[in-house]
């Protein structure tokens, strides 16, 4: 089982940044990838970012330029730091990880219960 635990969310003004933390534990080696998704009230989830263990990175177009997604050596953590944040990116923000090849291949993964980020002034 794995479980994964986001955290960093909160209430920023536009313009400011925040950074999201992820991690990743139980019968775990060196995750596949992670990805951060976000559903804003009222819209579907969408894929914001995501990181897979070789380190290749994907964006929304929405995000690239003020987004980044990183991890740690051993791919059990992943940060989200937001900066330059607008209204339009208050959501919901939560992370999905995919523990190995075979589990991609099954379509298995592991969501977290998501983290509130609210840009307001």
């Known amino acids: 089982q794995v479980q994964v635990v986001e955290s960093g969310g909160g209430l920023v003004q536009p313009g400011g940044s925040l950074r999201l933390s992820c991690a990743a534990s139980g019968s775990i080696r060196n995750i596949y990838a992670m990805t951060w998704y976000r559903q804003a009230p009222g819209k579907q989830r969408e894929l914001v970012a995501s990181i897979t263990s070789s380190g290749t990175t994907n964006y929304a177009d929405s995000v690239k330029g003020r987004f980044t997604i990183s991890r740690d050596s051993a791919m059990n953590t992943v940060y989200l730091q937001m900066n330059s944040l607008k209204p339009e990116d208050t959501a919901v923000y939560y992370c999905?990880?995919?523990?190995?090849?075979?589990?991609?291949?099954?379509?298995?993964?592991?969501w977290g219960k998501g983290t509130l980020v609210t840009v307001s002034s």
């Open positions: 999905n990880a995919i523990r190995d090849y075979r589990d991609y291949v099954l379509g298995l993964d592991h």
